[in-house]
Nanobody
C-alpha cells in the first residue's frame, strides 16, 4: 500500500517562505508524476505544481516565479519550495502521485496559512 506523508506546513507572514515535503512509501515513486494541490477555504482542490518522472514541471499561473517543485527519487520525496507567499496561498496542500490511469494516490494534506 502506498502512503504519502506531507510535512512542512505552518503559519507564515506574507512575503515569507515555506518548504513542503512529501515522502512516499512503496516502489511507485520513480515512475509517478508527483504533484502538489491546494484546497483554499471554500474552494475546490486545484493543481499548484507537478513534476513528471522525466523532470518536466508545470505550475499554476498564480505561483509561477514564486514556487519551485523538485523531486529526489533516491529519497522518494517531492518538495515544494514556496517563496514570496501571499495570503491567497493559504489552504491545505495535498501531495499526489499518479501514473496514467493505473494509480492516483493522495496524502492527508498539510495546512499552510499566510497572514497579511
Amino acid at each position: 500500500q502506498v502512503q504519502l506523508v506531507e510535512s512542512g506546513g505552518g503559519l507564515v507572514q506574507a512575503g515569507g517562505s515555506l518548504r513542503l515535503s512529501c515522502a512516499a512509501s512503496g516502489s511507485i515513486f520513480s515512475i509517478s508524476t508527483m504533484g502538489w494541490y491546494r484546497r483554499a477555504p471554500g474552494e475546490q482542490r486545484d493543481l499548484v505544481a507537478a513534476v513528471t518522472s522525466g523532470g518536466d514541471m508545470n505550475y499554476a499561473d498564480s505561483v509561477k516565479g514564486r514556487f519551485t517543485i523538485s523531486r529526489d527519487n533516491a529519497k522518494n520525496t517531492v518538495y515544494l519550495q514556496m517563496n514570496s507567499l501571499k495570503p491567497q496561498d493559504t489552504g491545505v496542500y495535498y501531495c499526489n502521485a499518479k501514473y496514467r490511469t493505473w494509480w492516483n494516490y493522495w496524502g492527508q494534506g498539510t495546512q499552510v496559512t499566510v497572514s497579511s
